[in-house]
């Protein structure tokens, strides 16, 4: 594949490939507080933590001293108690590896794919895009007076918000059976040390307008109430690892939750109180963000949980048409929030005929996994599209169109010019 | 073709300005642990038009650049990185005597280390450096090798003998030429620089890096670093910014407008 010249960099003092790292926004501290991954750079299957996505609903806390560390379990249970991240290390440890992703992660391509079903020339969404931006302060944009969306979108990228890791932690189902879990439980409130009051801006960035009301709930913890069902999963964990080291500040340490599966924004950071609720929690990013509806006004709204059906071409990218006649492996990657990718198909005609793409396989349910095909490329316009079907005969796109415009699922053409 | 390109190493302009820390007693500005300094971005676009006047003249031209610096070890980090960008060797001045230079200090042993280099035809820098913002080296270096200076360029073309270039100006911009050999300071006008490439950086391993010291330039202790500078330091502060915001109200945008035009004229801002 004739791809753009490979970048150097000196790594520990020779001459390397580039070592790619995130495309971070940072506040006035130059704290980094939201980045994206630039995971068509990578290779494998797990994103190194300096390249991890991150994303903060409300205004990162300040960290804690992992000696100076405990959450509270709590609730419905027979036995509330405290742990320490020394008391957690101590019981049976558990490791899964898993892709995450920001429910909003390649939103705009809802209105390109719509765009582009009726002939209109909205700009495709660029994966490659790499925007650094420097004081920041997202949770501000509210009290700054006129909110412009476009603007806002080119500061916030919506794309490659999304990573695979391994996380070691405890089963949460371990602690909740410790605590002696009721049967009145239904669903697991945690919440984390992130307090402040929801930006209404980022709704309406989610939802493309800006002529509604967005609920105010005031300054809040985030939090997160996940049914007790998923909490009892045996791969739903409370995480202190990360990558074959402790948590990161800005991915959720000393503790946070690992939801494999579901939204980014279910795995709740830096946990300090685990509630047994005998009912669903009215949390804000629970039952009025990230929900699904046909609008602000729907009285039917939904909370989002697991995430649908997803492929992306990684190669070969529409940046580097025009290529030659040649073979060329058609790359990409395959996850699902209800567990492993089990076919990938590929179409070089724009979706007329379709054929089996090559799945390296491997046991994590939740990772995502690499694909590819041969393509003899002949010259002409060809567009390459993908879709992947799941364990549970899923097969993408299986997310309907919402208001928030989340869990983007769809099938993205890739156009490209063979010579 | 012979290129010399002056280049320095700076703390990271793009820092938080939270974290820009001064000793005002030992007027030193204070490094930050494990923030590591980088190229003045004016001196890496000074490197990219070398690259670029090497690209234009093609394989027939033969252009040889090589890289100059004032520094300690530390700066080895941002000679490396113009060598794997493209430049063919590099100068480190780099000895304790030359501690402490001001722009007259390091102007002047660069101007030695030129003559050292032998017949240099075109001498590049960036427009000023980015931290202290002065300006002067580039054309005190010219003024000390007795050649001519064009400033803030942002485009360079050479040609039979000639260096031309287009200065920016405050109102547009203005072509002038210059014979060789010449000194061009480059403005950030000049546009983005292009990455290293893999084969490039590998190459880089393999370039020449001298080191000298006042010896091998011929210069005494005396006439060079602290015991050279001419600037005399009365005080290194970082400026307290006021950034109270004044709303100007009125009834209507034409009563608004007035108010503020009064405003601005009573501020002299207008």
Known sequence: ?419 | MHIAVCIKQIPDPEIAPSLFRIDEDARRVVAIPGMSPVISPFDEQAVEAALRIRDALGDGGEVRITALTVGDESARRIVKHVLALGADDAVMMSDPAFADSDSYATAHVLAKAIAKLGTVDLVLAGRQAADLDAGVVGPGLAELCGIPAITFARKIDVADGVVRAIRVLEDGSETVEAPLPALVTVSHEMGGVRNASLRETMRAAKKPVETWGPADIGADIGEVGAAAARRRLERLYVPVSDTACEFIEGDGARAVAAALARRLVEEKVL
């Open chain 1, 1 to 419: 594949m004739p791809r753009r010249e490979i970048e150097g960099d000196w790594v520990m003092g020779w001459p390397d490939r580039k070592r790619y790292r995130l495309s971070p926004s940072k506040d006035q501290e130059g704290r980094t507080i939201h980045a994206r991954t630039p995971f068509l750079e990578l290779e494998g299957l797990i994103t190194p933590t300096d390249a991890y996505y991150i994303v903060a609903q409300l205004q990162m806390p300040e960290p804690v001293h992992p000696d100076d560390y405990s959450f509270e379990i709590c609730g419905e249970v027979e036995n509330p108690a405290t742990y320490t991240l020394e008391d957690l290390r101590k019981l049976p440890g558990h490791t899964v590896r898993a892709v995450t992703e920001c429910a909003g992660d390649d939103t705009e391509f809802w209105d390109y794919l719509e765009s582009r079903a009726k002939g209109g020339n909205l700009p495709k969404p660029s994966r490659t895009v790499r925007e650094e931006v420097e004081g920041v302060d997202w949770h501000g944009m509210a009290d700054s007076g006129e909110i412009d969306l476009r603007e806002l979108s080119s500061l916030m990228p919506a794309t490659c918000i999304v990573s695979g890791g391994e996380w070691t932690g405890v089963r949460l189902r371990e602690v909740l059976e410790r605590a002696g879990v009721k049967d009145s439980a239904v669903a697991i409130r945690v919440e984390g040390f992130d307090r402040g009051r929801p930006d209404p801006t980022i709704q309406y960035r989610s939802v493309g307008r800006t002529d509604f009301e967005v609920h105010d709930p005031g300054v809040i913890n985030y939090d997160k109430g996940l049914p007790i069902e998923k909490a009892m999963d045996s791969e739903t964990l409370l995480a202190w690892a990360h990558n074959g080291e402790y948590l990161t500040h800005v991915h959720g340490a000393p503790v946070r939750m690992v939801v494999p599966g579901w939204a980014g924004n279910w795995w709740v950071k830096w946990i300090h109180r685990v509630e047994v609720m005998d009912r669903m929690p009215d949390c804000y990013h629970q039952t009025h963000y990230f929900v699904s509806g046909k609008g602000p006004d729907d009285p039917d709204k939904k909370m989002m949980t697991a995430l649908g059906v997803k492929t992306v071409i990684t190669e070969p990218l529409e940046e580097e048409s025009p290529l030659p006649a040649d073979t060329y492996a058609i790359r990409g990657l395959a996850w699902s929030g209800e567990g492993a990718m089990v076919r990938v198909e590929v179409s070089t005609d724009n979706g007329e005929t379709w054929n089996d793409a090559h799945i390296e396989e491997h046991a994590d349910r939740y990772l995502w996994r690499r694909w590819s095909c041969l393509w003899d490329a002949r010259p002409g316009h060809h567009t390459l599209m993908a879709r992947g079907t799941d364990e549970k005969g899923r097969r993408q796109p299986v997310t309907e169109w919402n208001f928030q415009r989340k869990h983007f699922d769809g099938i993205v053409p890739v156009d490209v010019e063979i010579e």
